[in-house]
C-alpha cells in the first residue's frame, strides 16, 4: 500500500490514528484499539521513508533531520486532515498520523453536556481543558471556539504546532499561527498575541513555565484564553501550573490563576458497549470558594466542591460516568476503569 490508500482507508474506516513503525505492519486505532491493516505487510526501514517522502517538503526534512522529532499537519483530497508526529526509534524513522476531520462538530454532536456551550459567551478568563493525549481536547476546544466563529464578531487568534482544525467563515476574524511557518517560537506568539488586538486566544498547549505564565497574563488583560493541559483531574491540573513554578513565585500564580481561571473541563473518551467512544467530563466552574480554595493552596478540596455544586452545572468525573452507565451506554467494568474513584462510582451506581 502507498501511503495515499493507508490515508485514504484510515478516513474510512473512521479512524483516529495511523501508526507507522519499522518492523511492524500499519496499525489503524479504532475505538481506542491498535489493529493490523489487513493485506498489509511489515514495514522496513526503506517502506517506510517511501511511505513517508511523498507528505514531507523541504523544510519539514530539514527540521526533522535537524530535531529528529517533528510536528506538521496537511490536507489528505479534501477528506480530512492529518496532524503527524515524525520520531525516531532504535535508529529509524517512524510516524503517528492524528486524523482530523475537515467538518468541526458541534458539542451536541460530540455528546458534551449542554452547560459547556455557555462557555462561548464569556468574554474574557482562562478555560483549561485537560486529559490524557488521544481523548478530545483539541476537538472540544474546536467545537467551542467554532461556536463563538459563527455567533460572534471577534478577533480569533490561534498558537498551534502544528494547526489541527481549519475554521471555516464565520462572523469572527480567524487567524491561526502556526510554529515555524508563522512564528519561530511560542514565546514570540504569545507576546505578539496582545498586539494584534485579540478577543479569543487558543494556546495549543502549555508546555512550560514562559508558555503558562504568557496565557495567564493574557487572560488577565481581559481576554477569552483557550489552553490543554495533559492532566488527569480539576485538582492535579491546578497543582500543574502552580508547581510549574519557583517555590518563591507561587504565591502570586495562584493569586493570578484564581482571578482568571473560570472553568477546568477534564475529559475521558470511554469505550462504549456499542463499538465507539462516548464523552465523560468532569466540569469546574469558578465560584468564590473555589478561587478562595486556589488561593490558598486547598486544591485538595475542589473535588469536594464539584461533588456538591450540580446545581451550577458542574459534574464529576464519576458522576459522568454513572450517567453513561444508567443510559446503557458504558458498561460498568468499562467506567469503574476510567473512574478516578471507583468507589464514589459504585454508591451513584447502587
Known amino acids: 500500500m502507498n501511503i495515499n490508500q493507508l490515508l485514504d482507508l484510515a478516513v474510512t474506516k473512521n479512524a483516529s490514528d495511523l501508526h507507522l513503525v519499522v518492523g511492524f505492519y500499519p496499525q489503524l486505532r479504532i475505538h481506542g484499539e491498535l489493529m493490523d491493516i489487513p493485506g498489509s505487510e511489515v514495514l522496513t526501514p526503506n517502506e517506510l521513508d517511501a511511505l513517508l517522502l511523498p507528505i514531507l517538503n523541504p523544510l519539514q526534512k530539514e527540521i526533522f533531520n535537524r530535531d529528529l522529532e517533528f510536528d506538521f499537519s496537511f490536507e489528505f483530497e479534501n477528506k480530512a486532515r492529518f496532524r503527524v508526529n515524525l520520531y525516531r526509534q532504535k535508529g529509524r524513522n517512524a510516524a503517528a498520523l492524528r486524523l482530523i476531520p475537515l467538518t468541526i462538530r458541534s458539542l451536541e454532536e460530540l455528546g458534551a453536556p449542554t452547560i459547556i456551550g455557555n462557555i462561548s459567551d464569556l468574554r474574557q478568563g482562562f478555560i483549561l481543558v485537560t486529559g490524557p493525549t488521544g481523548h478530545g481536547k483539541s476537538t472540544l476546544i474546536a467545537s467551542i471556539i467554532n461556536k463563538i466563529n459563527t455567533e460572534r464578531a471577534v478577533h480569533i487568534v490561534t498558537i498551534e504546532d502544528p494547526i489541527e482544525y481549519v475554521y471555516p467563515k464565520g ?24 498586539r494584534e488586538d485579540p478577543d479569543v486566544v487558543l494556546v495549543g498547549e502549555m508546555r512550560d513555565l514562559e508558555t503558562i505564565s504568557s496565557a495567564m497574563t493574557i487572560a488577565e488583560t481581559g481576554h477569552l484564553v483557550f489552553a490543554t493541559l495533559h492532566t488527569n483531574s480539576t485538582a492535579q491540573s491546578v497543582d500543574r501550573i502552580i508547581d510549574v513554578f519557583p517555590q518563591a513565585q507561587q504565591p502570586q500564580i495562584r493569586l493570578q490563576l484564581a482571578s482568571t481561571l473560570e472553568s477546568i473541563i477534564s475529559l475521558r473518551l470511554v469505550p462504549t458497549i456499542n463499538p465507539g467512544r462516548a464523552m ?30 450540580a446545581e451550577m452545572g458542574m459534574v464529576s468525573l464519576e458522576n459522568s460516568l454513572a450517567s453513561l452507565v444508567k443510559a446503557g451506554k458504558v458498561s460498568q467494568e468499562v467506567a469503574t476503569r476510567y473512574a478516578l474513584r471507583p468507589e464514589l462510582l459504585m454508591k451513584l451506581l447502587q
Open 280 to 309: 465523560a467530563t468532569e466540569i469546574l466552574f469558578t465560584t468564590p470558594a473555589s478561587r478562595n480554595m486556589i488561593r490558598e493552596a486547598k486544591t485538595y478540596l475542589l473535588d469536594n466542591l464539584i461533588q456538591t455544586s
Open 171 to 194: 462572523k469572527a476574524l480567524v487567524s491561526q499561527r502556526e510554529l515555524y511557518y508563522d512564528t519561530k517560537s511560542w514565546n514570540n506568539a504569545l507576546r505578539a498575541a496582545l
